[in-house]
């Protein structure tokens, strides 16, 4: 690998991490789901900056083609990240139903405590506490 094309690599993968950090900073992502990504980024950085890495790789795997064996690990990365976030996923379901649950709840005990209300011995008409009668006046 040259070193233009080694600048882009460690460029464009020191790229990546600042984006993650800004993401975070901004708290458009979660500290706990991107340590996922930062490993990505950092095993890039790695690939990029350690020339031979790549074809050692390559051959312990058995993969004859050095770049091959990249895409087998960015494979292996992104089924990380999707076990990753259907357990993410798995967990907000249930979640959600537990809560649509306890709405269902206390949605019940509030309509029961409409129904149950007591209404006043004057059948709900407001009192007269100075004992004078309302309405229109006689004559």
């Known amino acids: 690998m040259n070193s233009r094309i080694q600048f882009f690599a460690v460029a464009g993968a020191l790229l990546a991490v600042a984006l993650i950090f800004e993401l975070i900073r901004k708290r458009k992502l979660l500290e706990q789901y991107s340590l996922l990504w930062f490993a990505a980024a950092i095993v890039l950085v790695v690939l990029a900056v350690w020339r031979d890495l790549l074809e050692i790789i390559a051959r312990i795997l058995g993969v004859y083609y050095a770049p091959s064996a990249l895409f087998l690990i960015a494979l292996f990365f992104g089924v990380v990240l999707f076990l990753h976030f259907t357990l993410v996923i798995s967990k907000l379901t249930r979640h959600t139903a537990r809560l649509a649950q306890e709405i269902s709840l206390l949605r019940a005990e509030v309509e029961e405590l409409r129904g149950s209300r007591i209404t006043p011995p004057d059948g709900g008409r ?8 309302m309405g229109p006046p006689s004559s």
Do not use: F, M
Not at 126 to 133: A, L
């Open 126 to 133: 407001e009192s007269n506490p100075g004992g004078e009668r």
